[in-house]
């Protein structure tokens, strides 16, 4: 397994987030997280991402126990393992967007392939976007700029917090397509967290949650 939950719990304080969760995810798959707001969805992902430490059980990544890193040991794992999509996108205003999908390449000091760049804007759709700035971009090709920034270093798994939440349901089912397509092409993990049912039929799997449990795990 790629990705591993081992019997997470998380409180917060009385309040119990995440109630024993355990699932595996294989490398390459589009997993979907599915359930009402407030069923622990996020709370899962800060624990993949290591922004959050569990009560109990351990995270495994990649084979490393996540919860066993010391804080710097975590940051850095966090930088060449773990990329994030969050729901506002993120880009930095000031730089272009090419620029915007280099910056986590650069600051791992690895050197940019303009080649690369360009394949994957394409597969995205964006590739006559690279050199325009955010704002003068529409809201779906923002979301892909910041799909294709949080892809291009190949993280070991990608995690997306309700990334197509702002989207409307025919740019959403479109940016799930690319996730699905990037997933195969780079074989690239992903997990997705959604409260849409239709979103969430587009993934290889998904993850039912309700009160902080797995309530379902279904393989499509
Ligand atoms: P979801 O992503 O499914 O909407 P969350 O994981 O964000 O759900 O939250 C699950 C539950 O945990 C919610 O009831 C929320 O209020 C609670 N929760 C999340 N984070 C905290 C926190 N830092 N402190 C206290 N309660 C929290």
């Known amino acids: ?95 272009n967007v090419f620029e915007n999908i280099v910056l986590p390449a650069k600051l791992l000091e690895r050197t940019v392939n303009e080649k690369e760049v ?28 910041a799909i294709a920034r949080a892809v291009y270093t190949h993280p070991t798994i990608l995690l997306g917090d309700e990334l197509t939440g702002n989207l409307d349901s025919r740019t959403s089912a479109s940016v799930m397509e690319l996730l699905k397509k990037i997933s195969r092409q780079y074989q690239q993990t992903m997990l997705v967290v959604t409260h849409d049912e239709k979103i969430a039929a587009m993934a290889d799997r998904i993850i039912r949650m309700k009160d902080g449990r797995v309530v379902e795990d279904e393989r499509l």
């Open 1 to 95: 397994m790629y990705v591993e939950m081992r019997d997470i719990c998380k409180n917060y304080g009385n309040f119990r987030a995440s109630d024993h969760v355990s699932f595996g995810i294989e490398k390459g798959k589009l997993v979907a997280l599915l359930g009402p707001s407030g069923s622990g969805k996020s709370t899962l992902i800060n624990l993949i991402s290591g922004l959050e430490k569990p009560t109990h059980g351990c995270v495994y990544v990649h084979d490393v126990n996540l919860t066993q890193l010391s804080l710097e040991e975590q940051i850095s794992f966090r930088r060449w393992h773990i990329g994030v999509v969050f729901q506002k996108y993120n880009l930095i205003p000031a730089m």
């Open 118 to 145: 360009f394949h994957l804007a394409k597969t995205l759709g964006i590739e006559e976007k690279l050199f325009q700035m955010p704002d003068e971009l529409s809201g779906g090709q923002q979301q892909r700029a």
